[in-house]
């Protein structure tokens, strides 16, 4: 498989020389030299820095004003990608299958030009419709998948009060990217760790962590999802430094199916399109914050891929570097792409085949009993929630 990346989102890939060695500081492997003194002390000044600044958000958003129902902030450590989406679209099935009215507040990345905070917010019901540029990438994948009302701007309070006020029946309001945020005062917070967990455990710029670990008490995680296969004895240690025991849980990231245009099809259904009466020339486009995750994934699936773009994470375009990678060759007889991409690929108005393109839908199903835990502690916050 070939691979191409058209930035730097993709760390075995990245071309850039600044962003290699901000990869192997960030995670270091195992083995690795240790550097000079001089250059530790520089790095734990540099994380004391980050530290300071990661302190001043945490206490904005616990000054922050709150909303009358719950909200649920999903976020996670590093900076980059850790699966929060799949961790919002996990907690919002969890909890409508439970009966609970449910909505999600984004900051509205992917939006095209980019929303400013003095715009107004940015609303869509499950009956609506609108492109992803105009409400944002993940929030639009959402809205699609789940059917939920969602909400975008910088300033979630002023998001969720709008959500509210073209969906007051919710119970329950899930925060994407809510961590990190200094707009509103979440009732529970919830973590989302990878392999990669707290990486050098330095904080921004000197390391990859968005606040120093462990969190104080008050911004410490009521839950945490893991994604990927973190060492276990790693993550053992890293958790008991947590100030209280969350709940924690593995984040299920099953395929279970494919989409086009026009029809659906099982993972073994397009695996078999993909390879009789002969195999096919299939190409893989990912602008996710790690394509190489969906690229091992169809490689675990089965699938050979004669082309790999990784494109931005939020990448507005994807039909543009499609077409400009393509030039003057026929279209590959199948494209595929991923939940978060295909909505930007659908509403492109190019020429590109869309019959041919196909996007994988994963199945992010939490267990019995990190959901009841969730249920439990939304009804003790349920009902107006003081400061």
Request: aromatic share 6%; net charge positive.
């Amino acid at each position: 498989m070939r691979t191409v990346s058209t930035d730097l989102s993709t760390p075995p890939q990245r071309r850039h020389w600044a962003a290699r060695w901000l990869w192997k500081t960030w995670f270091p492997a195992a083995d690795a030299p240790q550097g000079t003194s001089a250059g530790r002390a520089l790095g734990l000044l540099m994380s004391q820095f980050g530290a300071q600044v990661s302190g001043r958000r945490q206490r904005q958003q616990l000054n922050a004003p709150v909303l009358p129902i719950p909200v649920i902030a999903v976020g996670n450590a590093l900076i980059g990608g850790a699966g929060k989406t799949p961790a919002c679209i996990a907690i919002l099935e969890a909890l409508r299958s439970a009966g609970k009215s449910v909505g999600l507040v984004s900051r509205g990345y992917g939006i095209t030009p980019q929303l400013q905070a003095s715009m107004p917010v940015r609303t869509l019901l499950p009956d609506e419709s609108a492109a992803p540029s105009w409400i944002g990438d993940e929030a639009w994948l959402i809205q699609q998948r789940l059917g939920v009302p969602v909400a975008s701007h910088p300033d979630r309070h002023r998001a969720g009060m709008a959500l509210l006020q073209r969906a007051p029946e919710l119970d329950a309001i899930v925060l994407d990217d809510g961590l990190s945020q200094t707009s509103l005062r979440p009732s529970m917070r919830v973590l989302v760790l990878d392999e990669r967990l707290t990486g050098n455990g330095l904080c921004l710029p000197a390391g990859p962590n968005r606040f120093p670990w462990p969190p104080p008490e008050v911004a410490a995680p009521d839950f945490v999802l893991v994604r990927g296969a973190p060492p276990p004895e790693a993550l053992r240690r890293l958790l008991a430094q947590l100030p209280r025991t969350p709940q924690v849980e593995i984040l299920p990231m099953r395929p279970v199916g494919w989409t086009s245009q026009a029809r659906s099809c099982s993972p073994a259904g397009l695996l078999e399109l993909a390879q009789s009466p002969s195999p096919k020339v299939i190409w893989a486009v990912a602008g996710i914050a790690e394509p190489s995750r969906f690229f091992s994934a169809l490689r675990a699936m089965g699938f050979s891929c004669d082309v790999a773009l990784a494109l931005d994470d939020h990448a507005p375009d994807p039909w543009s570097s499609l077409q400009a990678f393509r030039g003057d060759r026929p279209w590959p007889d199948l494209i595929l792409t991923t939940e978060k991409d295909w909505g930007k690929l659908i509403c492109t108005g190019s020429d590109v085949p869309l019959d041919r393109v196909w996007a994988l839908r994963l199945d992010h199903s939490l267990g019995e009993a990190w959901t009841r835990a969730l249920l439990g502690r939304l009804q003790s916050t349920h009902g107006p929630q003081s400061a």
